[in-house]
């Protein structure tokens, strides 16, 4: 005789859990305009706010605020912008343009960047063709000057942290941003030489920094 049947006194083993789904590794989705309305829109308000100096703005909008651009890329971006012929944030809104929605994305966003700013502009113009000799407006436009360079400064030394990252470190990079100040603001050599020869130098170092 056998032996009393104990299988279903013994407790049921627990199902084995799944392994969870890691996540962590799951690449965040890189904020970008939604569509080409979002583009013009959004450069148009850009060029709106850039009142004595749309640098500041461009980096606040584009790096801070919409995150479509980090500081190290904005400042890749803008070194591209600042050597190519043409106004610099009008090339820069080319390259982020074309990046995203190809040559229909680079023409919206020129089109948002010129627009309703060339429509201000004129009016503006015709305002002041009419009150230029007053001494009030010769005074507003010297202390927007000043906040246009304070806009600037403070822009240039918000981005002075992307320096440490730069293959070259952050000595010889501030060497180099030194001697562009130098040769601009007291030697006054023009901005072509300084491009030619500090550019090229940054270039020519980071260059051999890099290669293999």
Not at 106 to 111: G, P, R
Not at 124 to 138: E, K, R
Not at 193 to 208: D, F, H, I, K
Request: hydrophobic share 50%.
């Amino acid at each position: 005789m056998g032996g009393p049947d104990t299988s279903q006194n013994r407790p049921a083993s627990p199902p084995r859990a799944s392994p969870p789904h890691d996540t962590a590794d799951a690449p965040a989705q890189r904020p970008a305009p939604a569509n080409l309305r979002d583009l013009f829109w959004s450069f148009t308000w850009l060029a709106l706010q850039g009142f004595g100096g749309v640098l500041a703005v461009v980096q606040r909008e584009l790096v801070e605020k919409k995150r479509w651009l980090t500081n190290d890329e904005f400042v890749e971006d803008w070194a591209v912008a600042q050597i190519m012929p043409g106004p610099n944030v009008v090339n820069l809104s080319i390259t982020i343009g074309e990046r995203y929605f190809g040559w229909r994305g680079a023409v919206v966003a020129v089109c948002g960047m010129l627009c309703f700013p060339m429509l201000l502009v004129l009016t503006l113009t015709v305002i002041y063709s009419q009150l230029a000799d007053h001494p009030a407006m010769a005074g507003a436009l010297r202390g927007m000057g000043a906040v246009a360079a304070g806009l600037v400064a403070g822009m240039g030394l918000k981005l002075t942290s992307t320096l440490s990252r730069h293959p070259l470190g952050r000595w010889c990079s501030a060497a180099l941003a030194l001697a562009s100040f130098i040769a601009m603001a007291v030697l006054r050599v023009p901005l072509a030489w300084v491009l030619l020869v500090v550019g090229g130098a940054g270039c020519v170092l980071t260059w051999r920094k890099l290669a293999p």
